[in-house]
């Protein structure tokens, strides 16, 4: 089955700063890569997402990209905010299955 | 649209009991999905419904735990007997469709003492 890895458990970067959290996958079939945003005692939310057949896609201050050959994926925030300060989720997903498979997660922390 | 409606929001419950949480999915969405988090083992991945139908349960830790969705508007998962290290949160999420967004409810919050 599918097996999402995600570095760094957590990051520290100082605000205005960037910050780039990176997943690796292992099911070849996964087409669709969601990032979320989980703030504490919160649900976790969509921010972006990108399908197999786009190789970045932006919104705002958000990027994704996505390297099939080499099966990861990344997510950059650029001119970090305090509000950005949450914990971060990648998964994968194969179509067929419609099975969604979260990584560990990554603890981000914005220093003013 | 009200989103994913999950109850209780919270629960104490002593070992031995059972516990019964309760989610009503997004109106028109055909999957579901029973996520558990944990500091240490994160989001895992419990069972998940197709159509109403149970497609991949192999999340689920053992025989005491339970799901069902006897329509397309309501499922249960239920942990019978319950023991200190089901405490978690245990979020319910759907979605339309195949590989598509999936929304999240609030959470149940269980503590087992």
């Known amino acids: 089955g599918e097996n999402v890895e995600q570095h760094p458990s957590t990051l520290s970067v100082q605000e205005g700063d960037s910050a780039v959290i990176k997943c690796t996958y292992s099911?070849?079939?996964?087409?669709?890569f969601p990032w979320y945003k989980q703030e504490l005692g919160k649900r976790p939310q969509l921010i972006i997402d990108i399908r197999s057949n786009v190789g970045e896609k932006k919104d705002q201050r958000i990027a994704v990209t996505l390297n099939k050959t080499a099966k990861h994926f990344s997510l950059h925030i650029t001119e970090t905010q305090p509000e950005d300060s949450a914990v971060y989720f990648c998964a994968a997903s194969s179509g067929e299955a419609s099975k969604i498979i979260f990584g560990s997660g990554t603890r981000l922390s914005i220093r003013p | 649209d009200a989103g994913v409606i999950q109850s209780p929001r919270h629960e104490v419950t002593e070992m031995g009991q059972e516990v019964t949480l309760r989610c009503k999915p997004i109106?028109?969405?055909?999957?579901l999905f029973w996520y558990r988090q944990t500091m240490m083992r994160g989001l895992e991945l419990l069972i998940y419904f197709n159509n109403n139908v149970p497609i991949d349960d192999s999340g689920m830790p053992e025989d005491r735990f339970s799901a069902k969705m006897p329509n397309a508007s309501f499922s249960t998962l239920k942990i019978q007997p319950s023991e200190p290290r089901d405490s978690a949160v245990y979020f319910c999420a759907s979605s339309q469709g195949t590989g598509n967004t999936i929304y999240f409810g609030e959470g149940s919050w269980l503590t087992v003492v």
């Open positions: 099911d070849s079939a996964s087409n669709y």
């Open positions: 109106s028109g969405h055909n999957s």
